[in-house]
């Protein structure tokens, strides 16, 4: 390159330079009480991450499913509970009539009959189906109430260890008394009627099997 062209083009990059450098300078002369900063709305802080309403189509779908299948279950089980519920209340009514209605018949029959099995004397139970049934005066009973009390005391539950005889008129064996009834181990009135029976059979009158009693120990 000539000499005197090398001079020529320092010159110019000295003056490209200086300029480049000013027209830096001039790009902003506002001071930094002039200069604005842009602000961001309060919770936009999307920057880089990635917008909800683009995920959202992705999700959604399987929210509601599963939401949808949440609430079948609910709706399920609460149509579950309410049929249990009734048949509960069904099952308590049913239980509460069936025992209301054997409570009336139970009255009825006490009613009918004069005395209550489960409450009556075993001694009043004895007069009154001797007299409404057999006929037979007091001093029949009077009889009677001496051969009950021998064998057992009027005590339904009496048991003969020896012979295994039972119930008020220890009766042999036992159930033989099932001809009056299927209760006939617990129920007083049961046996009654049966040794009432046995004694009219075989004797005719009270009096008349405890005249026998008397001399033969047994009736």
């Known amino acids: 390159m000539p000499t005197l062209v090398r001079p020529a083009l320092g010159i110019v990059a000295a003056l490209a330079v200086s300029v480049g450098f000013a027209g830096v300078a001039q790009a902003d002369t506002r001071t930094p009480s002039e200069i604005v900063i842009p602000t961001v709305p309060p919770g936009d802080?999307?920057?880089?991450?990635?917008?909800r309403d683009t995920v959202r189509p992705d999700l959604l779908p399987e929210v509601?499913?599963?939401?949808?299948?949440?609430?079948?279950?609910?709706?399920?089980?609460?149509?579950?509970?309410?049929?249990?519920?009734?048949?509960?209340?069904?099952?308590?009514?049913?239980?509460?009539r069936a025992a209301a209605e054997k409570k009336a018949r139970y009255a009825d029959q006490v009613k009918k009959l004069g005395y209550d099995p489960k409450k009556t004397a075993p001694r009043d139970i004895a007069k009154k189906i001797m007299l409404a049934e057999y006929k037979w005066g007091e001093d029949q009973f009077g009889c009677l109430n001496k051969?009950?009390?021998?064998?057992?005391?009027?005590?339904?539950?009496?048991?003969?260890?020896?012979?295994?005889?039972?119930?008020?008129?220890?009766?042999?064996?036992?159930?033989?008394?099932?001809?009056?009834?299927?209760d006939?181990?617990?129920?007083?009135?049961?046996?009654?009627?049966?040794?009432?029976?046995?004694?009219?059979?075989?004797y005719g009158t009270?009096?008349?099997?405890?005249?026998?009693?008397q001399g033969a120990g047994w009736y």
């Open 147 to 182: 051969i009950f009390t021998q064998e057992s005391q009027w005590k339904w539950n009496a048991t003969n260890p020896s012979s295994g005889a039972y119930g008020i008129p220890q009766s042999l064996p036992a159930n033989k008394m099932a001809t009056e009834g299927d």
């Open 206 to 213: 009270p009096c008349q099997a405890w005249s026998f009693k």
């Open 45 to 51: 802080d999307r920057g880089d991450q990635v917008s």
């Open 64 to 96: 509601v499913r599963a939401l949808a299948d949440r609430q079948d279950a609910l709706n399920r089980a609460k149509t579950d509970i309410a049929a249990r519920e009734r048949t509960l209340q069904v099952n308590e009514f049913v239980k509460q």
């Open 184 to 202: 006939w181990k617990t129920n007083p009135a049961t046996q009654i009627k049966w040794g009432l029976k046995y004694i009219k059979q075989r």
